[in-house]
Every structure is written in C-alpha cells, then in structure tokens.
C-alpha cells in the first residue's frame, strides 16, 4: 500500500483524511494548525513538521488548502513540498 501524505486538515481535508486512516492506508499528515493533526493522529496517521516532511515521506502527496496563495507557500515556501 502506498504511504500517502496530506496537507491541508480543514473542513475537507481533515474529513478526507480520516476517511483514508480508517480504510487503512498510511498517511502523513500536516496542517498549520495543531488540533486537527492531533485529532489524525489519534486515528493513527504520523505528523510531519512541515509540507516537505510530507513529501519525504509519501509517495502520493494531496493538498487541500483554501487558496492560490496557499498553494505556493505549501509547494514552493521554504518548507514547502517542492523547496530546493
């Protein structure tokens, strides 16, 4: 099974995600907010400290975030999944 990474636990995300933990798959997880990675770890997935923790460890990497802007910060800021 793939290990699958997400990003963005609000009022989609932190659904999609529990949705993935409960069917089984492992799932990193990170969110600029602690209590909805809390709340997925309890259900059994791992945090990551940042978006390009996520990637490190996933293969497959969703995000679900609200905005462009959130977009390129979680992608391209400093710790973003696509930093240099």
Do not use: C, W
Request: no cysteine.
């Amino acid at each position: 099974m793939k290990q699958l990474g997400f990003i963005g636990l609000g009022t989609m995300g932190k659904g999609m995600a529990l949705n993935l933990t409960r069917a089984g798959y492992p799932l990193a997880v990170h969110d600029i907010r602690p209590e909805p990675v809390q709340e997925l770890v309890k259900a059994g997935a791992k945090a990551a400290g940042s978006p390009r923790e996520v990637a490190e460890n996933s293969e497959v990497v969703i995000t679900m975030v609200t905005s462009s802007p959130h977009v390129e910060q979680v992608m391209f800021g400093p710790d973003g999944v696509l930093a240099d």
